[in-house]
């Protein structure tokens, strides 16, 4: 392993976390962007608004300057509440982040693909009787997941990449990891490019899964290429 | 003659001493490894218009797309009015293709108006950059048809616009800017709702009237009946009967050619 | 909140944001200029000058762009003939290794995005372009990318908005541009909020005109499909209804940096 120079070791760990942080805002990007759609949806108007409200902002702003604000904000409040000097965790920060960029994303991929159910499903549980709240639940949820599918792998695909831009404030992930090394070693070339061979492993294997996940969900609706 | 040899890398210089418009010899077309067109052969004449009638997935539209080539045929000669094209890959191959479409006009089943474009601007189009007329002159030319066709107040609109039996129109009015010798069409009324047909067969008649060489894919019976001096009926890629009108459908000879007469007229949809 | 401090550090800050503009800028039209021919290899049928593109797009939309910006920030000067060649003189400015890396990026999207379009022309459209006897090059040029690009512009417009707030990674780089200003600024100050706020809200006005613009843009191409609702409006034959603008949403078609 002469090629890693030692730091064969720091890498992975850096990898590793990489994963927590994608799936970790994977996993809470999908719940806000579920709890969004469902207001641009389903909600009375203030909520409407303020929903409107965050994923205009949130997809108008560099998801670097999103992290650098609640990187240096957050320490900055923090220091301020607890009255001494705290520094914000940047994997926090980080999952902080990106959970909020994804959650706008995803607010948008959940309203098209619940207003993408057909209309047909929805009268049919109407005419068995079904209230609002149990259609949404039994008939509309379910489906929606399979129109959900392709613009959910998309952001996916995006999130792990945007992993990287935590290094920024020092989180150790992958990116940090062959920074660090390609200081040490002088030769950035070698370990940048092992980061973004590991990145594209990431993606790939991402890809085929979602390939799979989207045959089994039936047909994944193409809204577009 | 347009002698066209695919894929053989035979140049050779032929002329024939027949007089037809068009002449195929033996031609084979398969997509996969299934064969749609079995050695077919055909003589057109000038002035001739001839119908090709028969059941779906008889390669009636294929024979028309093999002749300017939207399909490459496998084998067989194709030819056209006395020149000669050698169907090779590569530029030179692809610079005769071109040529001979310019010589074959074709009108679709589904229009195929560019969209993007007004009409005026859809029947110039190919006139001026294909044939490298001015604008002056392809203005003139399409002014000409557009009155040919009955559309000359639609000159500025876009094909959106327009209903199908006008786009249709508008596109036989592009392919004639042209000024092909041999007219091909390919189920021009079957993607029109029944009111608008009668349009379309009106002026494809008067084309018809003034002599014009043409090859018409249809399923309009009377129509083919009326405006044709040869009908060609085709069975599994292979001509199952041909001959003029009234003997194809008073006297068939073809049992197929019956059951698909006597269906037509039982009103079976195709 | 700060007011005072706003103020003082608007012009910076703006400045900053011209700096954006320009990357983002240049960046997308550089992009633009290399995906065109590439988009019509990537859309050929021969698999020997589509694969070789989609290598190239597949490498660089599934890496983070941070790291195809140090490979080559850090990395070109690694490479002994680029050290020893002209090369260097550019290669070691961060600016041209912000706008080399950004370019690459962007083309790489647009490649595929483009073809995205190019496929969705109507087969009939440009069938009847060969018909009338139109070379490939006469075809593509007159009929095909106009079409290609009208199709693909909400794919597009949603990849120069991300080009645009990709270009704050140039600030890890050393470049000031308006997210390095911004940091540079809250070091100085240690108030974040003030400053990264009104980073954000010119952000936010940079994208809004973008956006505006292209959708203006949109409506524009797209007056030709306005329909006229007379007997019988025109009717797409093809998809036996009115006739249709490709359902565009171009969130649903975020493309992962």
């Given at each position: 392993m002469t090629l890693l120079q030692g730091f064969g070791d720091q890498i992975i760990a850096g990898a590793i976390t990489t994963l927590q942080v994608a799936l970790t805002s994977l996993v809470l990007g999908i719940a806000v962007g579920l709890c969004g759609a469902m207001a641009k949806v389903n909600g009375i108007g203030a909520l409407r608004w303020l929903a409107d409200g965050y994923t205009t902002i949130v997809r108008g702003i560099p998801e670097l300057l999103i992290i650098l604000i609640l990187y240096f904000g957050g320490t900055v409040a923090l220091t301020a509440l607890l009255g001494r000097y705290v520094e914000v965790d940047a994997f926090a920060a980080g999952v902080f982040a990106l959970t909020i960029v994804f959650g706008a994303y995803a607010t948008e991929v959940f309203r098209a693909a619940l207003l993408a159910v057909p209309r047909s499903q929805i009268e049919a549980a109407h005419a068995l009787a079904l209230s609002r709240a149990l259609t949404f639940r039994l008939v509309i949820l379910p489906q929606m997941w399979r129109y959900a599918l392709p613009g959910l792998g998309n952001l996916w695909l995006t999130l792990l990449k945007d992993t990287a831009l935590i290094s920024v404030v020092g989180l150790e992930d992958l990116m940090r990891k062959a920074s660090v090394a390609a200081g040490a070693t002088h030769d950035p070339l070698t370990f940048y490019l092992i980061a973004a061979a590991l990145y594209l492993t990431f993606t790939s294997v991402s890809l085929v899964g979602l390939a799979l996940l989207e045959q089994r969900a039936g047909r994944g609706v193409r809204i577009s290429e | 003659m347009l002698k066209i040899k695919p894929a053989t890398g035979q140049f050779k210089t032929e002329l024939s001493d027949t007089k037809a418009a068009l002449h195929v010899v033996n031609l084979r077309k398969r997509f996969g490894q299934l064969?749609?067109?079995?050695g077919l052969s055909l003589t057109a004449n000038q002035g001739d218009v001839i119908s090709i009638l028969g059941s779906s997935g008889s390669g009636k539209s294929t024979l028309l797309r093999c002749l300017n080539f939207l399909e490459p045929p496998n084998e067989g000669e194709i030819w056209i009015g006395g020149r000669q094209i050698q169907a090779r890959a590569g530029a030179t191959g692809q610079r005769e293709i071109n040529a001979l479409r310019i010589n074959l006009g074709m009108v679709f089943q589904t229009f195929?108006?560019?969209?993007?474009?007004?009409v005026l601007e859809n029947i110039v189009e190919a006139p001026i950059h294909v044939l490298g007329l001015s604008k002056a002159e392809a203005h003139l030319r399409a002014e000409e048809l557009l009155l040919k066709v009955g559309l000359a107040d639609k000159r500025h609109a876009y094909p959106s616009q327009l209903s199908g039996g006008q786009q249709q129109r508008i596109a036989i009015a592009r392919a004639l800017a042209m000024e092909p010798e041999i007219l091909l069409f390919d189920e021009p009324t079957s993607a029109l709702d029944p009111e608008l047909v009668g349009d379309v067969l009106k002026v494809i008649r008067a084309l018809a009237d003034e002599g014009r060489t043409m090859l018409i894919v249809t399923h309009e019976l009377n129509f083919a009946r009326q405006v044709s001096n040869r009908i060609v009926f085709l069975h599994e890629g292979q001509i199952e009967e041909e001959g003029p009108p009234d003997a194809f459908f008073?006297?068939?000879?073809s049992p197929r050619v019956r059951q698909f007469l006597s269906s037509q007229r039982d009103g079976y949809h195709r | 909140m700060n007011w005072y401090l706003v103020i003082d550090a608007m012009p910076r800050l703006l400045s900053g944001a011209l700096l954006t503009l320009q990357l983002a800028a240049l960046s997308v039209l550089a992009g633009l200029v290399i995906a065109l021919p590439l988009s019509l290899l990537r859309s050929s049928s021969s698999g020997v000058l589509s694969r070789p593109v989609l290598a190239y797009t597949f490498v660089f939309r599934g890496t983070p762009l941070l790291v195809q910006l140090f490979v080559i920030y850090y990395g070109a000067g690694q490479i002994e003939w680029i050290r020893t060649t002209s090369a260097w003189i550019i290669l070691r400015e961060p600016y041209w290794c912000a706008l080399i890396a950004f370019s690459l990026n962007n083309a790489a999207y647009t490649t595929e995005i483009l073809r995205g379009g190019i496929r969705a022309v109507p087969a009939g459209e440009v069938e009847a372009a060969k018909a009338l006897g139109m070379s490939y090059a006469l075809r593509t040029r007159r009929i095909v990318l106009p079409i290609a690009f009208r199709l693909a512009l909400p794919a597009y417009a949603n990849e120069v908005v991300l080009m645009l707030k990709a270009s704050s990674l140039a600030s890890t780089i050393t470049i000031m541009e308006l997210t390095g200003t911004s940091r540079k600024i809250v070091a100085q100050t240690f108030s974040p909020y003030e400053v990264f706020i009104s980073a954000a809200l010119i952000y936010l006005a940079i994208t809004f005109v973008v956006v505006k613009a292209f959708a203006r843009l949109e409506r524009h191409l797209a007056h030709h499909l306005e329909r006229v609702e007379k007997n019988n409006g025109g009717t797409d034959p093809v998809h036996k209804g009115p006739v249709q603008e490709l359902d565009r949403d171009p969130v649903l078609q975020r493309e992962a940096r």
């Amino acid at each position: 392993m002469t090629l890693l120079q030692g730091f064969g070791d720091q890498i992975i760990a850096g990898a590793i976390t990489t994963l927590q942080v994608a799936l970790t805002s994977l996993v809470l990007g999908i719940a806000v962007g579920l709890c969004g759609a469902m207001a641009k949806v389903n909600g009375i108007g203030a909520l409407r608004w303020l929903a409107d409200g965050y994923t205009t902002i949130v997809r108008g702003i560099p998801e670097l300057l999103i992290i650098l604000i609640l990187y240096f904000g957050g320490t900055v409040a923090l220091t301020a509440l607890l009255g001494r000097y705290v520094e914000v965790d940047a994997f926090a920060a980080g999952v902080f982040a990106l959970t909020i960029v994804f959650g706008a994303y995803a607010t948008e991929v959940f309203r098209a693909a619940l207003l993408a159910v057909p209309r047909s499903q929805i009268e049919a549980a109407h005419a068995l009787a079904l209230s609002r709240a149990l259609t949404f639940r039994l008939v509309i949820l379910p489906q929606m997941w399979r129109y959900a599918l392709p613009g959910l792998g998309n952001l996916w695909l995006t999130l792990l990449k945007d992993t990287a831009l935590i290094s920024v404030v020092g989180l150790e992930d992958l990116m940090r990891k062959a920074s660090v090394a390609a200081g040490a070693t002088h030769d950035p070339l070698t370990f940048y490019l092992i980061a973004a061979a590991l990145y594209l492993t990431f993606t790939s294997v991402s890809l085929v899964g979602l390939a799979l996940l989207e045959q089994r969900a039936g047909r994944g609706v193409r809204i577009s290429e | 003659m347009l002698k066209i040899k695919p894929a053989t890398g035979q140049f050779k210089t032929e002329l024939s001493d027949t007089k037809a418009a068009l002449h195929v010899v033996n031609l084979r077309k398969r997509f996969g490894q299934l064969e749609v067109i079995k050695g077919l052969s055909l003589t057109a004449n000038q002035g001739d218009v001839i119908s090709i009638l028969g059941s779906s997935g008889s390669g009636k539209s294929t024979l028309l797309r093999c002749l300017n080539f939207l399909e490459p045929p496998n084998e067989g000669e194709i030819w056209i009015g006395g020149r000669q094209i050698q169907a090779r890959a590569g530029a030179t191959g692809q610079r005769e293709i071109n040529a001979l479409r310019i010589n074959l006009g074709m009108v679709f089943q589904t229009f195929n108006l560019w969209l993007h474009k007004t009409v005026l601007e859809n029947i110039v189009e190919a006139p001026i950059h294909v044939l490298g007329l001015s604008k002056a002159e392809a203005h003139l030319r399409a002014e000409e048809l557009l009155l040919k066709v009955g559309l000359a107040d639609k000159r500025h609109a876009y094909p959106s616009q327009l209903s199908g039996g006008q786009q249709q129109r508008i596109a036989i009015a592009r392919a004639l800017a042209m000024e092909p010798e041999i007219l091909l069409f390919d189920e021009p009324t079957s993607a029109l709702d029944p009111e608008l047909v009668g349009d379309v067969l009106k002026v494809i008649r008067a084309l018809a009237d003034e002599g014009r060489t043409m090859l018409i894919v249809t399923h309009e019976l009377n129509f083919a009946r009326q405006v044709s001096n040869r009908i060609v009926f085709l069975h599994e890629g292979q001509i199952e009967e041909e001959g003029p009108p009234d003997a194809f459908f008073n006297h068939p000879s073809s049992p197929r050619v019956r059951q698909f007469l006597s269906s037509q007229r039982d009103g079976y949809h195709r | 909140m700060n007011w005072y401090l706003v103020i003082d550090a608007m012009p910076r800050l703006l400045s900053g944001a011209l700096l954006t503009l320009q990357l983002a800028a240049l960046s997308v039209l550089a992009g633009l200029v290399i995906a065109l021919p590439l988009s019509l290899l990537r859309s050929s049928s021969s698999g020997v000058l589509s694969r070789p593109v989609l290598a190239y797009t597949f490498v660089f939309r599934g890496t983070p762009l941070l790291v195809q910006l140090f490979v080559i920030y850090y990395g070109a000067g690694q490479i002994e003939w680029i050290r020893t060649t002209s090369a260097w003189i550019i290669l070691r400015e961060p600016y041209w290794c912000a706008l080399i890396a950004f370019s690459l990026n962007n083309a790489a999207y647009t490649t595929e995005i483009l073809r995205g379009g190019i496929r969705a022309v109507p087969a009939g459209e440009v069938e009847a372009a060969k018909a009338l006897g139109m070379s490939y090059a006469l075809r593509t040029r007159r009929i095909v990318l106009p079409i290609a690009f009208r199709l693909a512009l909400p794919a597009y417009a949603n990849e120069v908005v991300l080009m645009l707030k990709a270009s704050s990674l140039a600030s890890t780089i050393t470049i000031m541009e308006l997210t390095g200003t911004s940091r540079k600024i809250v070091a100085q100050t240690f108030s974040p909020y003030e400053v990264f706020i009104s980073a954000a809200l010119i952000y936010l006005a940079i994208t809004f005109v973008v956006v505006k613009a292209f959708a203006r843009l949109e409506r524009h191409l797209a007056h030709h499909l306005e329909r006229v609702e007379k007997n019988n409006g025109g009717t797409d034959p093809v998809h036996k209804g009115p006739v249709q603008e490709l359902d565009r949403d171009p969130v649903l078609q975020r493309e992962a940096r």
